[in-house]
Each structure stands twice: as C-alpha cells, then as structure tokens.
Nanobody
Framework: VQLQASGGGLVQPGGSLRLACAAS????????MGWYREAPGKQRELVAI???????NYADSVKGRFTISRNIAGDTVYMQMNSLKPEDTAVYYC?????????WGKGTLVTVSS
C-alpha cells in the first residue's frame, strides 16, 4: 500500500488547511486511516483516526478544530484543519492499517506562523 499526502503549507494563525492522503495498491477496503504529526524536537503523535464502524478519534489538542473524513471509495482520507495555532506546526504523516500491516506516507509540512 502506498500513501500520498498533500495539502500542507504555510498558513497564518487562525487559518485553515485541508490535508488529503490517497492510498493505492490495497486489496480490499482499508479499515483504518488517519493522521499523525511530528513537531520539531517532539515524538510523533496521533492527531486523528478514522475507522469504519467507529467514531473518529482525535487528540485532545485538536478536538473541535480538526475534522477527519474519508471518500466514498474509502481510499482517501482528508483532514480539515481550522483555527490553526502555531503549536500545530509539524510534519503530518498519513497512516493506514490494513490486514495487520501499518503503512506510512512521506509526510507533509504544515507551518502556522504570522
């Protein structure tokens, strides 16, 4: 399974960005897809996870600001990020779990700065 993320960039505090991650090469539906992020000097952390049949799971720091969703085919995951803060600055990684395997995309940089 290959994951291709897009949508990162530079945005001012309070602004919005939408990340997208397209999966290819999977046989069958990918049950879980989500986003992690890695800020400078910090460990990679969960941001949001979408699993079919369950409610999305969000990090406390992004609840109410970020929304994760999937397309109908289930091979693309989106994350709408609103009210961005400087502390959201990080490299965001797409993640997929498929048949007991975990896959990572290359990451897309989000910089929140004035």
């Amino acid at each position: 399974v290959q994951l291709q993320a897009s949508g990162g960039g530079l945005v001012q505090p309070g602004g919005s960005l939408r990340l997208a991650c397209a999966a290819s090469g999977a046989i069958g539906r990918i049950i879980t897809m989500g986003w992690y992020r890695e800020a400078p000097g910090k460990q990679r952390e969960l941001v949001a996870i979408h699993t079919y049949g369950l409610s999305p799971n969000y990090a406390d720091s992004v609840k109410g600001r970020f929304t994760i969703s999937r397309n109908i085919a289930g091979d693309t995951v989106y994350m709408q990020m609103n009210s961005l803060k400087p502390e959201d600055t990080a490299v965001y990684y797409c993640n997929a779990r498929h048949y007991d395997m975990t896959y990572w995309g290359k990451g897309t940089l989000v910089t929140v700065s004035s």
